[in-house]
């Protein structure tokens, strides 16, 4: 890696990116050890009793101390010295672990300061055989790189390739990825390449090539992907992408927001990221997904073969979502208006199509299009969910889709999206119905100016909603202890008798994909169809593959309905469902799944 604390055999090597400055010093232990100078923009400089474990800054010429922006760990902090680590120093335990096959993915999206009580990377560990056990196969963690404060959702990172500190330490992270392969897990961290944390970012004291005037983002500069000094931008961030990959063995990563990623270059850098993993890891189940609200199918392409990934391996589906919450609760408001007017028949193309939007005017963007088109790619290019921390977070008092949605509308909604061809992911604490919401929370308590300007955002931002603008004064303060506390998962709820009957159900259900589904998901794809034009609510589709065919019948309607029986297996049906002579039928909010 060209940047960072680098040990060599004779000391440590030290590299930073400086074009704005003529000198630095390097200072080890608060002491001055050398000067860094070079050529083409870096600054090096190399130390012979240097060692890991020493903490170090750089001195810009202005008196300003900083730490490296590719600071492997932060003990102290943004704004405290960097540690020198040692990347080989961790001894694995799973070092022949080579992931696990797409077609097996359910995911299981974790915050890590949430999901205990601790809130630990070791906390975090203990939990890991019990959702082995589930039948979750591959975790996904909301972003580690280090931000302002001790606590945030992750997507103020600025220094991105340092773990957070408040979660433990680099070989904590290390063993928690370990345990998780010798379980058959897979780990995926979110990382967030379209922007930096609104605190702790030095980098336009002495690398203002980093960012662009060229492009704007909702979050401030834009990161400079496409203008003058582009290389090393580029190359820092296809570097942070191998890293976690090769020093953290991760499995794969899920790329924040690339819609706001902008890069007009002939190559653009999702492409840049995409070769540069797939080159490094030919003998590695790595996965790659994006969150992208443009709906660009072009990031999916398949192979010949229908199921090889070309470029990234799936998308967060957030039209699935919009359409599942559009149906369960009726709301309208905000995005949910583009899927309000039939949300039935959105449904129905989002599960077989992919996208609900390919290209489609959407109401929300003033008639603009939205999308392109989806039908050609294979059921597991998307990733569906029924909430996240976006879906559940972003509401004023962070309520979880349990409280919005009656609970018959949402055990079948769980039945769908864990049996659907899609790759399911659940939100932590979901296999159980968990009643803890999830708030949004930063830490910028010592600055003041930040945290009031992040609190009456928030305001602000749902003074328009005609649920929230009435009373502004309880939204709960982002920056305020108790707002995070109030997010950390209940682990004993699920105890209880109605979370305890969740639980047991996703693990059923979980089983049955397993079996049924994930054996035809290793297959080509043959096409999706809609065997029903809605009529008295039911929705009935079908999935091909060359292993057989998957269908699933459901009502979301408030009266029974027949559909005709056709060959295969039941491998599930919803409580009540009858089964006549030559049909079958299904109570409101009820569903079956046939394999043939």
Known sequence: MPFGAEIVDDGVQFSLYAPDVDAIDLLIAGRAEARM??????????????RAGDLYSY??????????PASRFQPQGVTGPSEIIDPQSYAWRNKDWRGRPWNEAVLYEAHIGAATEQGTYHAFADRLDELA????????LMPLAQWRGERNWGYDGVLPFAPANSYGRPEDLKALVDKAHGLGLMIVIDVVYNHFGPSGNYLNNYARSFFTNRHETPWGEAINYDDEGQDVTRAFFIHNALYWIEEFNVDGLRLDAVHAIHDHSDKHILLDIAQSVKDACPDRHVHLFLENEENQARWLAREEDTLTPRYYTAQWNDDAHHCWHALLSGEQEGYYIDFADDPAARLARALTEGFAYQGDRSIFRKGEPRGERSSHLHPTAFIDFLQNHDQIGN????ERIDALVPPERLTMAREVLLLSPHIPMLFMGEEWASSKPFL???DFVDEPELARAVFEGRQKEFASFKDFGADEAAIPDPNALDTFLQTRIALEERNLPHHNSAYERTRKL???RRSFVAPLLATGFRGASQNNSFINDLIDLSWRFDAGTLRIAM???????????VEGVIFYASDAIQREA????LPPWSMIAIRS
């Open 510 to 512: 979980l089983q049955l």
């Open 133 to 140: 056990d589930l039948g979750v196969t591959l975790i996904e």
């Open 395 to 398: 509401r004023a008092f962070g």
């Open 555 to 565: 009502n979301v309607g408030a009266h029974d309905v027949e559909t005709p029986l």
């Open 440 to 442: 949004y929370f930063v």
């Open 37 to 50: 100078i070079g050529d083409n923009g870096f600054k090096r400089a190399h130390v012979p009793d240097a």
């Open 59 to 68: 001195r810009l010429p202005n008196g300003l101390i900083i730490p490296d």
């Open 582 to 585: 030559e049909s079958i039928r």
